[in-house]
């Protein structure tokens, strides 16, 4: 069903309302959005300054862990008291020199929770642990001892780089030692305390709000009290991120910013809204009243006389007065149409007789062909009754051709069957002229004969041929084929002949539309009706074969096609 149209009176009404409401919506949206952007702007460059200080603080912290743990490479003490063992040294005395120095520069560095320091050879019973300064030493150093196989496993392909593991929840840095050869002999490992490493956070945002990334490992934390960590996918932190570098080693983190509501960040915004529409109220019920009695009431005058008068008072007048000048001429400009409709009517009847008349005539120029083809079927069964079936074949021919051109039923679309039998009818008379001199062979698949074609798409290209080569070498060669390819029908017309240049050059005119002296009236007319039912997808060709023939080739789109392609050709010649 058709869906009702929108009244003028609803429209206009629709329209005025809008030219109150949208304005002042504008001014409200315009301003939250403004008042949004600036509190925006300003927390974005609060947290701004406070990540990049909360960066360089963090940045800081990690190069003091950083160098320590290259420290102790450099120093030299563990690589002598190693060495000293390797040479017949007590293993007692190498625990306790590598104790005695873990105790002395970490013990009390609040930055570390624990450090400790485990030889690659198992046979070197000399692994040594401290804590630092915070509380359940004792807890820590067996966390610490429980881990270091899988710390030592992981840094046995870390050469000498620092690496960070993230392992139940807990933050190491490990780094390996050198012996004079170059070879790892021993690892460093240092459990960071997180709740004084990433202090300076705090300055940004709850911690249960900010992602962390320290090279591989992405975490957050519970809070900055515990330092507790919580391991997070690496695909969760976001694109947005503060990001910096210590010692070659990436830190970055994420902190999610609450989303700014300008309504309750400003209550007194919704009373300014609803002051100002109790204000425009009033004046927008007296813009209803003025448009009800100068538009509406108008238009349903107009309406209820236009109703009189197509319920037969033609004639009718109106004779309210208008409201208003514009609606005056309207009435005035209806009541002369009423007039002339009125007079216009009554000169109707004679011009009724005419067209009558004119329809008979009509009729008549119908009824001619009709009979030209019934005369042609009695002349066909008296030739057949006197035993001359070859002038039955070609009457019976000839009126195939008839009805093609006749195309009574007024059918745009017909089964390639039907448009064949146009052909073959055409053929048989030509035949009928040239003898055994014509030779016609056709590859059709039966299971194409069915296709729905444009009607007398084919036969005036097979007529082409054999008007402008066939007729003049007095018999020849021709070849129809039809077959799908890609959801597309393709018909081809081959016969013996050749174009020159020049001939050439007037077919390219042709099929582009030109009207060329001595062409083919035919050509053009199928190319027109291609491109017309088609569009681009309709196309016409004609060129010259290696074969010493001329191909014309139509391709054109035809619905269904796909499930008939691949079916092979059936060939026969005539």
């Known amino acids: ?4 149209k929108l009244s003028l009176r609803t429209g206009l009404l629709t329209l005025i309302v809008l030219c109150w409401l949208v304005p002042m919506l504008m001014v409200v949206t315009l301003a939250g959005i ?8 300003s927390a974005r460059q609060e947290l701004d300054a406070a990540a990049q200080y909360a960066l360089r603080e963090v940045s800081s912290e990690l190069e003091i862990a950083i160098g320590d743990s290259k420290e102790v490479s450099y120093d030299g003490v563990v690589r002598t008291a190693y060495r000293g063992y390797q040479q017949g040294g007590n293993i007692v005395l190498l625990y306790r020199s590598i104790s005695d120095y873990l105790a002395q520069n970490y013990s009390r560095a609040e930055l570390y929770k624990a450090v400790f320091l485990s030889f690659w050879d198992e046979r070197v019973n000399a692994d040594a642990y401290v804590y630092g300064g915070g509380k359940n030493g004792a807890d820590i150093l067996r966390e610490c001892r429980a881990k270091t196989p899988e710390i030592l496993q992981i840094m046995a392909e870390a050469d000498t780089d620092i690496r960070f593991l993230l392992l139940d929840g807990e933050l190491y840095m490990a780094r390996n030692l050198l012996d004079s050869h170059f070879a790892p002999y021993a690892s460093i490992v240092m459990l960071l305390e997180p709740s004084v490493l990433f202090q300076p956070l705090s300055s940004v945002g709850p911690a249960e709000d900010i992602l962390l990334s320290l090279d591989d490992a992405v975490f957050c934390l519970k809070d900055f009290e515990s330092g507790e960590i919580v391991p997070e996918e690496k695909s969760a932190l976001p694109e947005t991120s503060y990001r910096t570098e210590a010692e070659g080693h990436a830190f970055s983190f994420s902190v999610a910013v609450e989303e700014y509501s300008i309504w309750q960040a400003n209550p007194w915004l919704i009373w300014v809204v609803l002051g100002t529409t109790l204000m425009v109220l ?3 019920l007296v813009m209803i009243l003025l448009f009800r009695r100068h538009v509406s009431k108008p238009v349903e005058t107009l309406v209820q006389a236009n109703l009189t008068v197509q319920s037969g008072q033609r004639g009718y007048a109106i004779d309210r007065r208008a409201p208003n000048t514009e609606f005056g001429t309207l009435y005035d400009h209806f009541n002369d149409m009423s007039t002339e409709l009125k007079s216009q009517f009554e000169r ?12 008979i005539k009509a009729l008549q120029s119908q009824i001619n062909p009709h009979f030209l083809n019934n005369t042609l079927e ?6 057949r009754l006197a035993g001359n079936d070859r002038v039955g074949a070609m009457i019976e021919a000839l009126s195939t051709m008839l009805n093609a051109a006749l195309d009574r039923d007024g059918r745009t679309q017909i089964p390639l069957k039907e448009e064949m039998s146009y052909v073959d009818a055409y053929l048989y008379i030509i035949r009928e002229r040239l003898g055994e001199g014509l030779q016609v062979y056709k590859e059709i698949d039966d299971a194409l ?3 729905m074609i444009p009607r007398l798409i084919l036969q005036p290209i097979v007529e082409n041929a054999v008007e402008h080569d066939i007729t003049e070498r007095r018999g020849g060669r021709v070849w129809v084929r039809a077959r799908l390819e890609g959801g597309r029908m393709l018909l081809e017309v081959e016969h013996d002949g050749r174009m020159s240049g020049e001939d050439l050059e007037n077919v390219r005119r042709q099929l582009s539309g030109e009207e060329v002296p001595g062409g083919s009236l035919g050509i053009r007319n199928v190319s027109r009706r291609l491109k017309l039912i088609y569009g681009e997808a309709g196309t016409l060709t004609l060129e010259n074969t290696e074969a010493g023939t001329i191909l014309a080739r139509l391709i054109f789109p035809v619905d269904g096609a796909e499930g008939r392609e691949g079916k092979g050709d059936c060939a026969d010649a005539q």
Request: glycine content about 0%; aromatic content about 8%; proline content about 6%.
């Open 34 to 41: 403004l008042i949004s952007n600036s509190y925006e702007q």
């Open 282 to 284: 009033p004046l927008l």
């Open 449 to 451: 004969l069915q296709q």
């Open 1 to 4: 069903m058709r869906k009702p």
């Open 348 to 359: 109707s009847y004679l011009e009724q007789q005419a067209a009558q008349r004119a329809q």
């Open 378 to 383: 009695i002349i066909n069964w008296e030739a």
